[in-house]
């Protein structure tokens, strides 16, 4: 069974950071793009990062990519999203997704994707 989990989500000050973990379980790690997307209440689902696991390429949205990094730990089948310089419009629900990689088109596109998280819930307050 396929499983994203996500965590390291709360509530942080404007400026502050947070570092967010999908660990996943139940298919080939390195055969896989996983993206973080983002949805903010009464907006559409948005993606901020993808990393193909098997090299390690990283796409990051423009609007985010000076402040947040995508990273990977194949020992831990798990995949990060460091945010830094978090602002209010920051706060949403972030949700790991995956898809085998040579499938994967068009990273930011949410119907692409195979498998979801549950999501974990940033605020940023300021």
């Known amino acids: 069974e396929v499983q994203l989990v996500e965590s390291g989500g709360g509530l942080v000050q404007a400026g502050g950071s947070l570092k967010l973990s999908c660990a996943t379980s139940?298919?080939?790690?390195?055969?896989?793009?996983i993206a973080w997307f983002r949805q903010a209440p009464g907006k559409e689902r948005e993606g901020v990062a993808c990393?193909?696991?098997?090299?390690?390429?990283?796409f990051v949205a423009t609007p985010v990519a000076d402040r947040f990094t995508i990273s990977r730990d194949s020992a831990k089948n798990t995949v990060y999203l460091q945010m830094n310089s978090l602002k209010p419009e920051d706060t949403a629900v972030y949700y790991c997704?995956?898809?085998?990689?040579?499938?994967?088109?068009?990273?930011?596109?949410?119907?692409?994707?195979?498998?979801w998280g549950q999501g974990t819930q940033v605020t940023v307050f300021s």
């Open positions: 139940g298919f080939t790690f390195g055969d896989y793009g």
């Open positions: 990393i193909a696991t098997s090299d390690g390429s990283t």
């Open positions: 997704a995956a898809k085998e990689w040579g499938s994967l088109q068009i990273w930011v596109r949410s119907n692409e994707y195979d498998y």
